[in-house]
């Protein structure tokens, strides 16, 4: 194996990843590209430092007993960031060697009447079958204002079936989970299928929280 060359590949795919997820800790590098390794937090605070000096990504040191961020271009809310990407993190290190993961951030649905935070289309069988879709939203204080169960009705309640995210069977089109992920204690009244779970909640077991067992 040319060591050399793998790791410039594995420096572009963390760069690649940063930019598309906008911000990640040093955490959750190393739980996606070191947690097989041997020494793996050394070794990513290494590379992640190097590619820092670099400059193909910046470091932000927040406070002295907290992981480093990482981003290309500091976003706006970055805790909110964050929070997100603990939940890409949980889908990508907690699926079946099988499983597909198509993950996008900050997903327009039927041309931005809602933006979701995130969706996952989850294939749970080989050969991309078995397919399950999550709108996912963040929500740090829900308390404040909260109308996610409205917005997804309205989504609901228009023409759907067409759409990507539609799981298509022979007797129904299925609407996406929207999970919420939030510390509050939240209860939503809603015929539409919500799952609210706390970040820890989601980094012991993400997929016993949204995968559905009738499909």
């Known amino acids: 194996m040319n060591y050399t060359l793998y790791g410039k590949l594995r420096d572009e795919h963390i760069r690649q990843l940063i930019e598309k997820g906008t911000a990640f800790n040093r955490s959750q590098i190393q739980q996606l590209f070191f947690s097989k390794q041997k020494d793996g937090e050394r070794k990513c605070q290494y590379r992640l430092s190097l590619m820092s000096k670099r400059k193909q990504i910046k470091q932000w040191i927040r406070g002295p007993h907290e992981p480093a961020i990482y981003y290309i271009k500091k976003p706006r809310k970055i805790d909110h960031r964050l929070l997100i990407n603990d939940v890409y993190c949980a889908l990508m290190t907690q699926k079946k060697s099988w499983y597909h993961i198509d993950f996008r951030w900050s997903y327009s649905i039927l041309n931005g ?41 309205k989504i609901f309640d228009s023409e759907w079936s067409g ?47 949204i995968l559905r067992k009738e499909i």
């Open 113 to 153: 009447k809602v933006w979701a935070d995130a969706m996952a289309i989850i294939y749970t069988q080989p050969d991309r079958k078995g397919k399950q879709v999550v709108f996912i939203e963040v929500e740090r204080h829900p308390s404040k204002r909260f109308d996610k169960p409205e917005q997804y009705q």
């Open 163 to 209: 759409e990507e995210w539609c799981v298509s069977t022979k007797e129904k089109d299925i609407f996406p989970t929207i999970l919420i992920v939030t510390e509050e204690e939240l209860k939503i009244k809603s015929p539409l299928r919500f799952r609210v779970a706390t970040p820890a909640e989601v980094k012991k077991d993400i997929y016993s929280i």
